[in-house]
């Protein structure tokens, strides 16, 4: 018996905080995550960036991230499903849709214009041996495989204007999602919000930036204690060292598959 396959799990930390201009201004965060590791070492993630011009942004972003994550779950999901890459897309087109729906009804029982519940949405599915990614709008996903190569699964919508990007509540936001899926030896997923792209991304050449990510995978890789990670991933997301770079709200979910 391999005691090694029995024991290899992934593990995940992630966390929202308020960034320093919402602070200042009493706003509350605006974005939201959601996270569950299924049977089979399926990994769904989700992470919501809402408008912050948008009253109900918050809403919007909650409603996002747990719709799609209900959706995803309640497909009964094994590895052998994931194996066709049309079903894989299909799956995440599902789920989108149905964030999108969530979203629509509320701003009808709130008696809200459809756009004061806008937001961005990141959807992720991964296994040890493929990563498949959904987003509409700015933010970033990122995968590692074995070698150490780091993949941008996605790049920021941003649209044509700075600060302008796209919302799940677009008409054009099907048109216009991205979908990226790679099949390889999965060790690190991650998912940021737009507020930490100018840390984690380099943006001179369109990549991830490895010096961000790399030491946040091998904390998480080491995170025994769930509770105490996540206490520190919140302190990191409120340093000084984050804070000096930017004011906007933050979402980090970064994972592990730890096969030993």
């Not at 990614?133 to 700075?162: C, F, H, W």
Request: charged fraction near 20%.
């Amino acid at each position: 018996m391999n005691i090694s396959k029995q024991i290899a799990q992934w593990r995940i930390v992630a966390a929202s905080v308020c960034g320093t201009s919402h602070l200042r201004n009493k706003q509350l965060c605006q974005d939201a995550h959601h996270w569950q590791i299924l049977s089979d070492n399926i990994l769904v993630a989700a992470a919501a960036d809402g408008a912050g011009s948008a009253s109900l942004g918050k809403v919007g972003a909650m409603l996002a991230v747990e719709t799609a994550i209900e959706n995803l779950s309640s497909k009964g999901l094994t590895r052998n499903n994931l194996t066709n890459d049309a079903n894989v897309r299909s799956l995440l087109n599902d789920a989108i849709l149905a964030a999108k729906k969530a979203v629509e009804n509320e701003a009808v029982a709130c008696e809200k214009q459809l756009t004061e519940l806008a937001t961005t949405l990141i959807i992720m599915v991964a296994t040890p041996d493929v990563v498949a990614v959904a987003q509409i709008g700015d933010g970033l996903a990122v995968a590692k495989d074995r070698l150490g190569n780091l993949l941008a699964l996605t790049m920021p919508d941003s649209g044509e204007y700075i600060n302008e990007t796209t919302f799940l509540t677009s008409p054009t936001a099907l048109d216009t999602a991205q979908m990226r899926l790679w099949r390889t030896d999965i060790v690190n997923v991650g998912i940021i919000t737009d507020g930490l792209q100018m840390l984690a991304l380099n943006m001179v050449v369109g990549e991830p930036h490895k010096p961000f990510f790399f030491p946040l995978f091998e904390f998480v890789a080491n995170a025994e204690d769930k509770t105490a990670a996540k206490e520190q991933l919140v302190k990191f997301l409120r340093s000084e060292r984050i804070a000096q770079r930017t004011d906007d709200d933050l979402t980090l979910i970064i994972a592990a598959f730890n096969n030993s």
